[in-house]
Antibody
Framework: QVQLVESGGGLVEPGGSLRLSCAASGFTLSDYYMKWIRQAPGKGLEWISYISNGGSSRVVYSDSVKGRFTISRDYAKNSLYLQMNSLRAEDTAVYYC???????????WGQGTLVTVSS | QSVLTQPPSVSAAPGQKVIISCSGSTSNIGNNYVSWYQQFPGTAPKLLIYENDKRPSGIPDRFSGSKSGTSATLGITGLQTGDEADYYCETWDSSLSGKWLFGGGTKLTVL
C-alpha cells in the first residue's frame, strides 16, 4: 500500500543545516507532484515547497524558505528530500511530505518529522 | 495572517450540522480547486474533500464541500464527538510564481 515515511529531523543550532528524507513505497514517486508542508508548534499548516512530476522537475518554494531550502528527488531510491540551510528559530516545526493526487489535493501524508532550531 | 480566511473555531451539538467557511480571492479560490483536510492532535492531516466538492473513497457523505466565487465551505452533518478536530482548506494561488495556500484552520468542538 501507499506509504510515506519521513526521517532526518532533530535539534539543530540557528544557522545550521539539516536534510529531511521522505521514503515512498507503493507508488512511483516521480509520477506525482510532491509537496513539503510544515506545522509550527500549536500553529496551522504551511506549504513550503513542491516538485513537479516527470523529468522536468519544476520546483517552487514559499517566500519563507526560498534561497535556503532545496527540494529534490532520487528516482532510484524513490525518495524525496528537503535540504534545509541557514536554519532559523522560526523554522521549528513538524515537517510533512505529501503526495499531490488531484489538482493539489494531498491524498497521502507522511507521519511528520520534528525539526527544532535552538541554541 | 493567512490569505485564506477561516473562522478560528466553530461548535455545535452532536447530531447537528456545522459549516466551515474559507474565504479567498480571484487569484486563489476564485480560479482554482479547493481541498479540505481534517487533523487530529499529533497526527498528519487527512484529505476530506478534493476538487471543491468530491469525497475520496472512505470519506462518509456526512462531509460535503462547495465553492461559490471566492469562497468555499465544508459542511458536516450528523456531528459526532469523533469529528472534533482541526479543519483546513487549501488551494493554489496563481499570483506571481504561484504557491499553495492553507487557511488558518478551524477548531471544531462538538459540545
Amino acid at each position: 500500500q501507499v506509504q510515506l515515511v519521513e526521517s532526518g529531523g532533530g535539534l539543530v543550532e540557528p544557522g545550521g543545516s539539516l536534510r529531511l528524507s521522505c521514503a515512498a513505497s507503493g507508488f512511483t514517486l516521480s509520477d506525482y507532484y510532491m509537496k513539503w508542508i510544515r506545522q509550527a508548534p500549536g500553529k496551522g499548516l504551511e506549504w513550503i515547497s513542491y516538485i513537479s512530476n516527470g523529468g522536468s522537475s519544476r520546483v517552487v518554494y514559499s517566500d519563507s524558505v526560498k534561497g535556503r531550502f532545496t527540494i529534490s528527488r532520487d528516482y532510484a531510491k524513490n525518495s524525496l528530500y528537503l535540504q534545509m540551510n541557514s536554519l532559523r528559530a522560526e523554522d521549528t516545526a513538524v515537517y510533512y511530505c505529501a503526495r499531490d493526487w488531484r489538482h493539489g489535493a494531498s491524498d497521502y501524508w507522511g507521519q511528520g518529522t520534528l525539526v527544532t532550531v535552538s541554541s | 495572517q493567512s490569505v485564506l480566511t477561516q473562522p478560528p473555531s466553530v461548535s455545535a451539538a452532536p447530531g447537528q450540522k456545522v459549516i466551515i467557511s474559507c474565504s479567498g480571492s480571484t487569484s486563489n479560490i476564485g480560479n482554482n480547486y479547493v481541498s479540505w483536510y481534517q487533523q487530529f492532535p499529533g497526527t498528519a492531516p487527512k484529505l476530506l474533500i478534493y476538487e471543491n466538492d468530491k469525497r475520496p473513497s472512505g470519506i462518509p457523505d456526512r462531509f460535503s464541500g462547495s465553492k461559490s466565487g471566492t469562497s468555499a465551505t465544508l459542511g458536516i452533518t450528523g456531528l459526532q464527538t469523533g469529528d472534533e478536530a482541526d479543519y483546513y482548506c487549501e488551494t493554489w494561488d496563481s499570483s506571481l510564481s504561484g504557491k499553495w495556500l492553507f487557511g488558518g484552520g478551524t477548531k471544531l468542538t462538538v459540545l
